[in-house]
């Protein structure tokens, strides 16, 4: 009689534990549902080339979203961070929830051990994110940069092949994927800011299907609800695209939402930085007040300097 929910996701480990989470959620909160899981493999899975080349990090999330479109699923689990800022959600469509936010900071992975300061002179860091890329050149300009794509599994693969001496990862995803005991050192977010939308997994569906908008709204967390939404408002302000070296984190305490935010050369030289607390604003215009105070110092046009 109920039609089970369906959930488009891509297929690598992370996603699929991404899903499994959500599974179990609405176990708790919905026994009677029954859940089924439309894996599908991106074109940007697939493709080893530039992501820049082939349009940015939003072709993981385009293609997700026209399953959703198209009818085929009901539900997309996105990681946050994942989204394009520059624009609005995707027409007809909606989060229905943001769960409960997982550990925000990225982490350092050596094989030999090393922490950032101990890594020698000139060591080959994998990171295509140029945000990583910057923060780290900020601490240490002599690194040296190279692309390292494919899903986290992959990359931990190269890494220990020796293709590079270090990476960067989410501490979140290696969550998700059981591997944290790889990690070498945790950044705090005084050391590396993380990027807006770290560790939040946004449900997405259509906004006409209010029974799966229903289904859905009990696994919403308020919290980081209103970090996500001023996370995302700061990054659509400030017009940051896929390739943009943006950082941006909301947190709330005691009731009190916080903002910082930072836009970098690609260097790292020059370092863009504004704070501020919400008093009686709204989270978005939180995230809009900070925003306008790192474009007043020049942020747009570091941003509109990097490709994309
Ligand atoms: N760009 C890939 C991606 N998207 C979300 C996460 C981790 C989880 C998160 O922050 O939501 C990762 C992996 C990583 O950056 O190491």
């Not at 899981?37 to 293609?63: C, H, Q, R, Y």
Request: charged share 25%; net charge negative.
């Amino acid at each position: 009689m109920n039609q089970p929910l369906r959930i488009v996701t891509r297929s690598s480990p992370m996603a699929l534990a991404q899903v499994e989470r959500v599974r179990s959620l609405l176990a708790e909160t919905d026994p009677g549902l029954a859940v089924e899981v439309v894996p599908i493999t991106t074109t940007a899975d697939k493709w080893t080339g530039s992501l820049t080349a082939l349009g940015g990090k939003a072709n993981f999330v385009k293609e997700i979203d026209a399953v959703l479109a198209a009818g085929a699923a009901d539900v997309a689990v996105h990681c946050l961070k994942d989204m394009p800022g520059e624009t609005p959600l995707p027409e007809g469509m909606t989060i229905a929830a943001y769960l409960d936010r997982d550990d925000v900071r990225d982490c350092l992975i050596s094989p030999a051990g090393h922490t950032l300061a101990e890594l020698p002179q000139g060591s080959r860091v994998g990171t295509s994110s140029v945000r990583r890329r910057a923060q780290l050149a900020a601490i240490r300009p002599d690194l040296e940069f190279e692309d390292f794509r494919g899903n986290a599994n992959r990359r931990l693969e190269k890494l220990f092949n020796g293709e590079v001496d270090a990476a960067v990862l989410a501490v979140s995803g290696l969550e998700r994927i059981g591997r944290t005991e790889v990690i070498t050192e945790v950044f705090e977010p005084e050391t590396v800011l993380p990027p807006v939308g770290a560790g939040i997994l946004a449900l997405q569906c259509r906004e006409d299907d209010s029974t799966t908008i229903g289904v859905l709204a009990p696994l919403n967390d308020p919290k980081t609800w209103r970090e996500a939404d001023c996370e995302r408002m700061f990054l659509h302000v400030l017009q940051g695209h896929c390739n943009s070296p943006i950082a941006g984190y909301a947190t709330e305490a005691n009731g009190e939402l916080t903002l910082r935010g930072a836009v970098y050369s690609l260097d790292g030289k020059t370092v863009l930085t504004a704070r501020e607390t919400a008093g009686a604003l709204a989270p978005a215009d939180l995230g809009t007040a900070v925003a306008l105070a790192i474009a007043q110092q020049g942020g747009r046009g570091l941003i509109e300097s990097i490709d994309h």
